[in-house]
């Protein structure tokens, strides 16, 4: 098995990352609101056992994107501190300085937003059918 090599990569680079995470989960976070909710109005409407049974499935679904959501953006928050220090520290040149890439949370990322796109499209289809 390889080695993962460490890379580097520029603060405005690793930041621009942050943000754009950080902006992201906070897109799908508010989304995910809006779906509960229309989970809610189908309560309502519907009491069948595979309405019920499909509903709770999305719920915990969601349940869990909320975690991960919660979980990565405090990674996020807590890496781009990670980096605030480091400029605090040594404030010389940082816009130069090469910091520690941060893969680990890219493909965290890359996976969270994986499995949400492949979650919403069966939601819709379930929307489809029961609003």
């Not at 993962?4 to 603060?11: G, M, N, S, Y």
């Not at 909710?37 to 019920?52: K, P």
Request: charged letters at 30%.
């Amino acid at each position: 098995m390889e080695a993962t090599k460490l890379t580097k990569e520029h603060l405005d680079t690793l930041h621009f990352e942050h943000e754009r995470w950080v902006k992201q989960l906070a897109f799908y976070k508010d989304e995910l609101k809006t779906y509960t909710n229309r989970l809610e109005d189908i309560a309502q409407r519907y009491t069948g056992r595979e309405v019920m049974q499909k509903l709770e499935h999305f719920q915990n679904q969601f349940i869990r994107q909320n975690e991960v959501i919660d979980i990565l953006t405090h990674d996020i928050n807590e890496h781009e501190q990670i980096l605030v220090n480091s400029v605090k520290e040594n404030p010389t040149a940082s816009d130069h300085r090469l910091f520690d890439d941060h893969s680990g949370l890219r493909d965290r990322m890359e996976t969270f937003l994986k499995i949400y796109n492949e979650l919403k499209p069966g939601f819709m289809r379930y929307l489809t059918k029961y609003m």
